[in-house]
């Protein structure tokens, strides 16, 4: 069972940037590939971006590509999204996801079994 822990985030103006965290409990983290979704009230939970087991393959969701990076630091067990020049409509509930196994980018929130608790993030304009 592994689980998740994101924090960092917080309240920011337009145009301010975040850097989120995830720690996982598991040894075995670099086996596991990862994603950041977010929710915003009344809406589904929506793609941000996901990487791969070694970090050498990402995928961004339209609405943040060249804005957000998401990558991971296997020793310390992490995966982080900067995100930058924030707008408000990015404004949700930041949750990172884990998978054990795979050789693609999953970009699904049903394709993922671990989650995290979330952390708020809201960009006020």
């Known amino acids: 069972q592994v689980q998740l822990v994101e924090s960092g985030g917080g309240l920011v103006q337009t145009g301010g940037s975040l850097r989120l965290s995830c720690a996982a409990s598991?040894?075995?983290?670099?086996?596991?590939?990862l994603g950041w979704f977010r929710q915003a009230p009344g809406m589904d939970r929506q793609f941000v971006a996901t990487?791969?087991?070694?970090?050498?393959?990402?995928y961004y969701a339209g609405s943040v590509k060249g804005r957000f990076t998401i990558s991971r630091d296997n020793a310390k067990n992490t995966v982080y999204l900067q995100m930058n020049s924030l707008k408000p409509e990015d404004t949700a509930v930041y949750y990172c996801?884990?998978?054990?196994?795979?050789?693609?980018?999953?970009?699904?929130?049903?394709?993922?079994?671990?989650w995290g608790q979330g952390t708020q993030v809201t960009v006020s304009s």
């Open positions: 996801a884990a998978r054990s196994w795979g050789s693609h980018l999953y970009v699904q929130a049903v394709e993922y079994r671990y």
């Open positions: 990487i791969n087991w070694s970090g050498g393959g990402t």
């Open positions: 598991e040894r075995t983290f670099n086996n596991y590939h």
